[in-house]
Structure formats: structure tokens, C-alpha cells
């Protein structure tokens, strides 16, 4: 989970591009409450890299906190902005 100004500003495509660039599966959406929720599964430090990024953003984005929990690996093979 994703907190600020995180919609309207890029967030989910900026996401989807570095998830890929480091070879994740999972996707990014927008919550009605103006965050940003990401699942994402693949090799530990490029999970820890993709929190990184998380923690930063695109250039318009003011990430006031970021969250994690573990969930259950589906084994998709593919990275997608949902709604």
C-alpha cells in the first residue's frame, strides 16, 4: 500500500514500467481512498528494488508512507495495471 499523492501523477505506469525492467509479476492499482495498492512476486532483491522504487515514485509523486505485507505467490508470469 502506497500513501500521498500517488493518483493522477503516473504512479501505476511508472510502477508497471520498473516491475517489468526487473523481471516481476503481479500489478498496481488505484483504491478509492487515494492510494496505491501493488502485488508483486518475484526474486527477493528485486522485490526490495521495486519497494525502492515504491518508496520514491515518479517525479509528480509525494509517497507520504509505504506498507507491505506478505501474500500468497499465484505464479503469474506477468506485471498489469488493473482499475
Not at 11 to 31: D, F, K, Q, T
Not at 42 to 64: D, I, S
Amino acid at each position: 500500500m502506497v500513501r500521498g499523492r500517488v493518483q493522477g501523477v503516473g504512479y501505476r505506469a511508472g510502477c508497471h514500467r520498473r516491475a517489468n525492467e526487473l523481471g516481476l509479476s503481479g500489478w498496481v492499482r488505484n483504491l478509492p481512498d487515494g492510494s496505491v495498492e501493488v502485488e508483486a512476486e518475484g526474486a527477493p532483491q528485486h522485490l526490495a528494488e521495486l519497494v525502492l522504487w515504491c518508496e520514491k515514485g515518479p517525479l509528480r509523486a509525494q509517497v507520504n508512507g509505504v506498507g507491505s505485507t506478505r501474500v500468497a505467490v499465484t505464479g503469474d508470469d506477468w506485471f498489469e495495471i488493473r482499475g
